[in-house]
């Protein structure tokens, strides 16, 4: 059974893309829906609540600061002067915003993008994965609907998942960055697989939107492990694992039956490697 803490923070609409930040000791996190950044560390608390100029899907490392995907844009942040400086604007449709976001080994982002509507007919066509340089994208896999977590194995395997279809895919990735030769890896029976990592085991972290947890999956079998982490809220929507020895499961959740999101962590036996930063 693990314990888990409920950590302080204001109440989340949305609250997603939790990533440790090894330089600085810090877990960022975003409210999509409220248009917020924040960082916490062990015993300060928050020490970062930065107002973005729109939903904000995703951050990820870049040097001591943060590259970020705000609407249709990444930003530079620097939490210490906060400054906010855009890098890269993407051609996107009206309505059409970030989501999840990380960074390959080498540095590349894959990010994905969704319909802000959801009651829009049309959402499964607007949705798309985006592989990113400095540049501009190099790699665009479409459509999709909600595109969502992303871990990469020690193999080089890629895994992602279109939450609406509740399955988790496995890519090969070539020497060009490019993935290709998507294959099941999960089918998810409960809730839908939304946020993920992965552990130095390679056992995947994903959680379930809907479930009101996070669970431990093997992708070479499909199977789900004993591992489950229960949140309160019924939409768990991320988790990372952080601290200093790479052991705390953090997880963000939403708003769900009248409770706010919030911030969640708990203690774990298998390490997870940082995340890795963008190269830009």
């Known amino acids: 059974m693990h314990n888990v803490q409920t ?49 904000t899907g995703f951050v990820v490392p870049w040097g001591d600061g943060l590259l970020a995907g705000v609407c249709d844009t990444l930003y530079r942040v620097n939490p210490d002067s906060t400054a906010i400086t855009p890098v890269l604007r993407l051609s996107l449709a009206d309505g059409v915003r970030f989501n999840d976001g990380k960074c390959d080994p080498e540095g590349r982002l894959w990010a994905g993008v969704m319909a802000v509507d959801r009651s829009r007919g049309d959402t499964a066509e ?25 871990a ?13 279809t509740g399955r988790i895919l ?10 290709r030769d998507p294959e099941e890896a999960i089918a998810v029976a ?45 939409n ?12 705390t499961l953090y997880i963000t959740t939403a708003q769900s039956g009248g409770r706010a999101g919030g911030l969640y962590a708990c203690r774990v036996e298998v390490p997870g490697p940082p995340p890795f930063a963008w190269r830009g």
């Open 7 to 55: 950590i302080s923070v204001p109440p989340l609409a949305l609250g997603e893309g939790p990533v440790w930040h090894a330089r600085r000791n810090t877990l960022y996190f975003v409210d999509i829906d409220g248009c917020m950044l924040y960082g916490w560390q062990d015993g300060p608390g928050l020490v970062t609540r930065l107002s973005m100029p729109d939903r």
């Open 236 to 247: 768990a929507s991320c988790c990372c694992l952080g601290g200093a020895d790479g052991k």
């Open 190 to 234: 409960e809730g839908a697989p939304d946020g993920m990592c992965i552990d130095s085991q390679g056992m995947l972290w994903v959680a379930l939107w809907g479930a009101g947890c996070v669970q431990r999956y093997d992708p070479q079998t499909g199977c789900a492990l004993k591992e489950r982490i229960d949140v309160p809220e019924s």
């Open 170 to 179: 496995r890519y090969r990735r070539g020497a060009d960055g490019r993935i």
């Open 126 to 150: 607007l949705g798309a994965l985006y592989g990113i340089v400095p540049d501009g994208p190099f790699q665009c896999l479409a459509p999709m609907d909600i595109p969502n977590g992303m």
């Open 152 to 164: 990469w194995d020690a193999s080089g395997a890629f895994y992602h998942t279109d939450t609406a």
